[in-house]
């Protein structure tokens, strides 16, 4: 199936996902915080929409994801919820709503699912946060999981710079995906680790796996929307392609109209009632 076919698909699941990765095909994966940016990606014909925690960075201004909380992910996801008809929405459950013990877990979990409509969530770390996921996973909720660099552990790990270069954090991640896979997640995300890897994960396990600085081996790739079009600048990492420069677009049209503003052009006759 050609990608101008699938993007006929009227909605995307996780079986679908799945068929993708059985036949071959590569999954497109971006973030939306919004309700205007998510239509626009899922008119496109994106397959997964993921409300990232990233929302703390390219929405609120924070320097890491640990900020952000529950309510304010769930107001993010109920406003890409309301522009979707197409994709698959993924939701990040934020840094301390889940890693505490599994019932905190489903709570937050539930909540999510219930209050914004979306279609699934995702939880980083492996077997640390095993019981979370099954605990989760036996409420019927779909589970992304995501290894390798884990931005909620920004603080643990001390710096972004690639992970699972060495032996020991490699054999680790292999088995947390596997693990994940065991337990019932649909999909794994696997962000900054050396490519040969991320290809192996995605050789070993049978679900869907999605890089973000993973190299081109693995099932699919996901991008932050911001990054992205250039709407930030600051961020430019090896993995990122950045696709437009819509921040000096933005910044031209915003100066066009003072000047007009300040020169009388606008609004004219034509413009008033």
């Given at each position: 199936?050609?990608?101008?076919?699938?993007?006929?698909?009227?909605?995307?699941?996780?079986h679908?996902?799945q068929?993708?990765?059985?036949?071959?095909?590569?999954?497109?994966?971006l973030?939306?915080?919004?309700?205007?940016?998510?239509?626009?990606?899922?008119?496109?014909?994106?397959?997964?929409?993921?409300?990232?925690?990233?929302?703390?960075?390219?929405m609120?201004?924070?320097?890491?994801?640990?900020p952000i909380t529950?309510?304010?992910?769930?107001?993010?996801?109920?406003s890409?919820v309301?522009?979707?008809?197409?994709?698959f929405?993924?939701?990040?459950?934020?840094f301390?709503?889940?890693?505490?013990?599994?019932?905190e877990?489903?709570?937050?979990?539930?909540?999510?699912m219930?209050?914004?409509?979306?279609?699934?969530?995702?939880?980083?770390?492996?077997?640390?946060?095993?019981e979370?996921?099954?605990?989760?996973?036996?409420?019927?909720?779909?589970?992304?999981g995501?290894?390798?660099?884990?931005?909620?552990?920004?603080?643990?790990?001390?710096?972004?710079t690639?992970?699972?270069?060495?032996?020991?954090?490699?054999?680790?991640?292999l088995e947390?995906a596997?693990?994940?896979?065991?337990c019932?997640?649909?999909?794994?995300?696997?962000e900054?680790?050396?490519?040969?890897?991320?290809?192996?994960?995605?050789?070993?396990?049978q679900?869907?796996?999605?890089?973000?600085?993973?190299?081109?081996?693995?099932?699919?790739?996901?991008?932050?929307?911001?990054?992205?079009?250039?709407?930030?600048?600051?961020?430019?990492?090896?993995?990122?392609?950045?696709?437009?420069?819509?921040?000096?677009?933005?910044?031209?049209?915003v100066?066009?109209y003072?000047?007009?503003?300040?020169?009388?052009?606008f609004?004219?006759?034509?413009?008033?009632?």
């Amino acid at each position: 199936m050609s990608v101008h076919q699938s993007s006929n698909i009227k909605r995307v699941t996780t079986h679908i996902l799945q068929e993708m990765k059985m036949r071959g095909e590569k999954i497109s994966m971006l973030t939306a915080y919004d309700y205007s940016m998510a239509g626009i990606i899922d008119a496109a014909g994106i397959d997964i929409i993921l409300v990232g925690d990233s929302a703390s960075n390219v929405m609120a201004g924070h320097e890491t994801t640990l900020p952000i909380t529950l309510d304010q992910m769930i107001y993010h996801a109920t406003s890409v919820v309301r522009a979707v008809k197409r994709a698959f929405v993924v939701v990040d459950i934020p840094f301390g709503s889940y890693q505490g013990n599994s019932s905190e877990a489903l709570r937050s979990a539930i909540r999510i699912m219930k209050e914004s409509g979306a279609h699934a969530i995702k939880v980083e770390g492996g077997a640390e946060i095993k019981e979370s996921v099954i605990r989760i996973l036996s409420a019927g909720v779909p589970v992304m999981g995501h290894l390798g660099l884990t931005p909620q552990s920004i603080y643990k790990f001390g710096t972004y710079t690639v992970r699972a270069k060495e032996e020991a954090e490699a054999k680790k991640l292999l088995e947390d995906a596997k693990l994940l896979e065991e337990c019932g997640c649909f999909a794994i995300v696997l962000e900054k680790i050396p490519a040969s890897l991320a290809k192996k994960v995605a050789e070993t396990v049978q679900i869907p796996v999605i890089g973000i600085g993973a190299g081109g081996y693995v099932d699919g790739q996901v991008l932050v929307i911001h990054d992205m079009l250039g709407i930030t600048q600051e961020f430019k990492p090896r993995f990122l392609r950045q696709y437009a420069d819509l921040q000096s677009i933005m910044t031209k049209a915003v100066q066009d109209y003072i000047k007009d503003v300040k020169d009388r052009e606008f609004p004219t006759e034509s413009e008033s009632y």
